[in-house]
């Protein structure tokens, strides 16, 4: 439980703003130094930048469930009753810190703006739903990671069971448990994670205490209603997610057709009719794409754009603070250019690292000026309320039935509802899944 902090002056009654970073990896690893450029934001945003670390995987989302609910755990739920969620807890308690500790650092505890990617997103998603956590931050920016709904009791208490069978807990106690080494507690999680279905790892739980419902599932949490909200993802997510990290991706960017359509039904859980109907849907949108890219271009909207569209729509249709919906577009040229905007390409250019990117993401004045307009823009949001700034074009609030989109490239501009045919196919997909 480590704070880092980095602020461009300690000087009394400064008041700047404080952003507070949640990093990515899935909630089962990660940390917060990472992917920040040694306080960027702070240098260049003028605001305190606050990187956070947790307690992930079986260390935070080992849920027991409630006392008595399952006799073959022992008093682990007696013991630990928020054990589901602690993980989230620890991310309540780094922002009572900052509050209770900004003004030291120059910040100002009432505007605090929590903002993450990948994992980090779905953690301010789940942040913006704790009564806990309310009053604590004041404007959210959630990048490539949503949580429409957290676990079920049911599929956290099964992980967690599959979890203390690998440790050959036949009879789990608290005592038993805590015996045990971390090291042991880590490799038996790495063993029976891939074992899992999906919807069954260690994450968020709806538990009725720290989680009292769905974070954002049939509508936007309540809690936050008040929140501004800049949220969005890469077009191309899956590229390296599904791709560059899987078993075999030389083949993955050269699938034939079959196997293209195989692959989606399995991942997506639909059958032949619905994929072919699916596919068609992308094939009219993008006539000549390669299967390939089909695939990942399918994969990406399921499992971010069009959660993040729906998270939109419902913060929009609740009429309290905005949403601002983007879309990152630019194409990185690194391993051949192959996997285009891929999961975490926006990342050098928020916290404006291209310099230290510069293998990743090439060389060039455009480059410097998108991460002027995506630095700018998360910075004047946690300033303002508001990313709107003169280097960007003009950016509205999502709504209907405008749906208008910044699409962060070189240029940037804004659309209304890009990619609306696929968007339509796919939705009715993503709301049956979660």
Request: aromatic share 8%.
């Amino acid at each position: 439980l480590v704070l880092n902090v980095w602020t461009p002056g300690r000087e009394p009654g400064a008041k700047r703003p404080v952003m507070v970073w949640l990093h990515p990896g899935a909630f089962a690893g990660g940390a917060g130094y990472q992917y920040t450029g040694d306080g960027n934001l702070a240098k260049k945003g003028d605001v305190v930048q606050v990187e956070v670390n947790h307690r992930l995987n079986v260390f935070g989302f080992a849920a027991f469930g409630a006392p008595g609910d399952d006799a073959a755990l022992g008093d682990l739920a007696a013991r630990f009753p928020d054990a589901g969620n602690l993980g989230l807890l620890d991310l309540v308690a780094a922002l009572e810190w900052v509050r209770d500790n900004a003004r030291a650092f120059g910040g100002d505890p009432a505007n605090v703006t929590i903002f993450g990617e990948s994992g980090g997103g779905a953690k301010v998603s789940a942040l913006m739903a704790m009564p806990a956590a309310q009053g604590l931050f004041h404007k959210a920016i959630a990048q490539s990671g949503f949580l429409l709904r957290a676990r079920e009791p049911e599929a956290a208490l099964a992980a967690t069971r599959a979890w203390l069978g690998e440790l050959g807990l036949e009879r789990p106690s608290a005592k038993a448990l805590q015996e045990l080494p971390s090291e042991r507690l880590l490799a038996a999680f790495l063993a029976v994670r891939p074992k899992l279905a999906r919807g069954q790892g260690f994450s968020p739980v709806v538990d009725g205490r720290a989680l009292a419902h769905h974070p954002w599932s049939p509508g936007a949490p309540p809690e936050s209603a008040d929140v501004p909200l800049v949220l969005g993802c890469t077009r191309d997510e899956t590229t390296i997610l599904l791709g560059m990290l899987g078993p075999d991706p030389d083949a993955m960017f050269a699938l034939s057709e079959a196997a293209m359509r195989e692959r989606l039904a399995d991942h997506l859980g639909i059958d032949a009719a619905a994929t072919a109907a699916l596919v068609a849907a992308y094939r009219k949108a993008h006539p000549g794409m390669s299967p390939s890219d089909v695939f990942f271009l399918a994969t990406s909207d399921h499992m971010m754009r069009v959660p993040s569209i729906l998270q939109a729509e419902r913060k929009a249709a609740q009429g309290g603070a905005p949403a601002w919906l983007y879309l990152f577009t630019w194409e990185s040229p690194a391993f051949g250019a192959r996997m285009k905007a891929h999961h975490g390409a926006e990342l050098p250019f928020v916290f404006d690292t291209i310099e230290a990117s510069a293998d990743r993401i090439g060389r060039g004045e455009d480059r410097r000026r998108l991460a002027e307009q995506m630095r700018g823009a998360w910075a004047r949001f946690a300033h303002t309320g508001d990313p709107n700034h003169e280097a960007l074009p003009p950016w509205s609030p999502y709504a209907l039935p405008s749906r208008e989109t910044m699409l962060f490239d070189m240029p940037s501009r804004v659309a209304r509802d890009p990619g609306a045919g696929e968007r339509r196919a796919m939705t009715p997909l993503v709301v049956a899944a979660r």
